[in-house]
């Protein structure tokens, strides 16, 4: 409930259940004390009652208003460190995958090169006619028992005895479809479907089958098709024979 007093011409509001506020009070006092003044003097104490009243007023305001400045001011720097830690995650995640994918190259070219099959090796019989017959293969002279290797990454397609004459016989197929042919081996140590990378030793040179020494006969077939001379397809990989 809303009282309303007037003393001394000044008008005062108040809750009966709060009673006057210190405003008001203020006022009343003031009023108490130029009740008995002359009018114009008692006007000039009016006015300067109200000029305060006003001033008090327009302090509250901007003191309201630094407090939402504040917050504001708040707010912003918040967001701010937000978006700072967005984007460092952002750039982590970046360098994260980059890394990444920088191993997963490193591991493919790795898989992917190709190397010698067999080292200490005398060169002999090349590709092309011999006999009468075409030669599809490179020999690689070798003592029996040096080990053979598989060119690159791979599958063992055929492991075992060649009906063909060329005695202890595997086949391997590459990641680029290419396939080499090592004959002639002392002994195997693959069987098929085991996957092979470059360099693993998959025999040991021999002279098994149709040969007049012990040599690795090596051929390869591009894509599986027809052979083709193995020091010029090595040549191109990188690998001098």
């Known amino acids: 409930m809303v009282s309303t007093a007037v003393a001394g011409g000044i008008v005062v509001q108040g809750t009966a259940a709060s009673g006057p ?57 918040a967001a701010a460190l937000a978006d700072a830690e967005q984007a460092r995650k952002a750039t982590a995640a970046k ?67 060649s009906s063909e004459g060329y005695g202890n016989f595997v086949k391997i197929r590459y990641w680029d479809g290419t396939v080499s042919w090592f004959a002639h081996n002392s002994r195997l140590l693959v069987s098929v479907g085991e996957q092979v990378k470059p360099g693993q030793v998959v025999s040991y040179s021999g002279s098994t089958g149709n040969s007049t020494g012990p040599h690795l006969h090596l051929e390869i077939h591009p894509r599986g098709g027809a052979a083709v001379a193995p020091r010029a397809w090595l040549g191109q990989k990188g690998v001098r024979l």
């Not at 901007?62 to 707010?75: E, L, N, T, Y």
């Not at 190259?105 to 090349?126: D, F, H, M």
């Not at 070798?142 to 075992?160: C, D, E, Q």
């Open 21 to 77: 506020s210190a405003d008001a009070l203020a006022v009343q006092n003031l009023s108490n004390s130029v009740g008995s003044l002359e009018p114009d003097v008692r006007d000039l104490a009016v006015a300067a009652a109200g000029s305060a009243r006003q001033a008090s007023a327009a302090g509250s305001r901007d003191a309201s208003r630094m407090a939402m400045a504040g917050v504001v001011s708040q707010a912003d720097e």
């Open 95 to 161: 360098a994260a995958a980059a890394k990444k994918a920088k191993a997963v190259e490193a591991a493919r070219k790795k898989a992917q090169r190709w190397v010698s099959p067999i080292a200490n090796y005398t060169l002999t019989s090349g590709y092309g006619w011999r006999w009468g017959r075409m030669h599809p293969a490179q020999d690689l002279a070798a003592p029996t028992g040096t080990p053979v290797r598989a060119l690159s990454t791979g599958t063992v397609i055929f492991a075992g005895w």
